[in-house]
């Protein structure tokens, strides 16, 4: 593809971006003329809430999308990503920790963690559920991150209205659950959360720990299963093949 035509569609890009943002009711603070070093990055911002859309279109593994926007004040963390063929197997033994939300067509597509483990329903809701089912999926995507702050979402595929519009459909969404457990206004029932002494709503701090500890102790044991059954194996063929006529 010649020079002219990688401008038109990397223009064609950004407009793209541009025109979903704003349909989604922000209002554009930074917009870019191109791709500087195979890179566009649009900002936006509502009531004080800025998103930021990244265009990238890497030499190796073509062009992919990548929305973000900050989140603190609730220690959550929470990832998704697409299932890998055969990674049911896995799952099963217990070396892919999956939580289920309920929805059995989402359920099966993608592999989903989160602490405290109640997390992954609150916040994994139906129309959330609903965008990123319409991203492009593949072996690379969409992911999705809840943690340090942040909450990332990203896919592969050419950027397009649509798609974006979903992205940032999922990030709004998302940002709005995030600041109900912030300002803890009873939605989520207790669940992770306490009642602090002055009636606010906290995080439990332990409740996340608690919850990766166990991830931890699944594998360890999966690991533990897999080598004793691995060395028996293998006892089993010595002594096959020590007694064999």
Known sequence: MGDA????????????????MQLAGLSVTREPA?????????????????????????????????????????????????ELVGEG?????????????????FDRVFVIASAPRSVAASLLTGPVREQLS??????????LALNQGEIVLRWRAEP???????GVAVIAAMHALHRQMVE???????????QGAAGDRAIDPSARATAWQRFAQARRRTATVLTAAAI???GFLAAVITHHP
């Open 89 to 105: 197997f896995d799952k099963l033994l217990g070396m892919t920790v999956d939580q289920l939300v309920g929805d059995p067509d």
């Open 34 to 82: 191109a791709l500087s070093d195979r890179r566009a990055v649009i900002e936006a911002e509502r009531d004080g809430w800025t998103v930021r859309c990244t265009l990238r279109d890497e030499l190796t593994g073509g062009p992919s999308v990548e929305v973000r926007c900050r989140a603190e004040g609730v220690p959550v963390e929470l990832t998704l990503r697409p």
């Open 184 to 194: 803890g206004d009873g939605t989520f029932g207790h669940g992770p959360f306490r």
């Open 5 to 20: 035509s990688r401008v038109d569609r990397w223009s064609l890009w950004i407009d793209d971006a541009v025109r979903a």
């Open 134 to 143: 319409a991203l492009p999926r593949n072996t690379e995507g969409p992911t």
């Open 160 to 166: 397009d209205a649509e798609h974006i519009g979903a």
């Open 232 to 234: 028996a194996g293998v």
